[in-house]
């Protein structure tokens, strides 16, 4: 072999492990560059580094708004003392019809058009059947018991948090009615806030 093609080999050597460098150094900057979503854990804190859509509501309260590929996440945060519970109306063109979400310290949900369906009590069999959809519910932190009665010892997360599957809901536009309960004034009463006032809802453009 002469010369020449010895040096030629050699040049396609260095040329094909620099082309492998360099595609193993993109791909190692590119999933450092990637943010991690939304965990639910009953804090915003990581909407604002995800650069999420932020709306001010009442009473102090704000909704946050991101989606990734897969999911689609709501979180509002609110001041101590509220509970924050959530009945939102979900339409999308992949769902049969409207649907009710409910968040409190149960999680369920109920087509619009079949109020039949809706829990009656607490204790209903109906609850906890979400699917392609979850949240953070209001934490049961232990019983408080006297001589008389025991009664539940309700404790409140910093702020509500929804995750909702793309898979089940589909893309495109979602049509959102969200019903807040239990929000704490700053005269400190508790009053509900309806997002979007009016009748319109709010229109979530899903990728």
Known sequence: MNEDVK???ESMKQTLSFFIFSI???SSCRQTAQKAPPLIDGQCTEYERLNAKTISLAHGVKLHIYQDQHYVWLCYC?????FGILDMKLETSQLDGPLNLHVSAQLG???LNKPELQPENSTSEKWWNHNGWTANAVWLNG???TEENTSPNWRNPLAREIQLSKD????GEWKVKMNIGSIMTAEGALEGIVFPEGDKPYLLQVN
Not at 78 to 82: A, H, L
């Open 24 to 26: 193993v150094l993109f």
């Open 78 to 82: 609110y001041r101590e003392g509220s």
């Open 7 to 9: 040096d030629y080999i």
């Open 168 to 171: 089940r809901f589909g893309r």
């Open 109 to 111: 949900e109920w087509p």
């Open 143 to 145: 019983l408080n018991r």
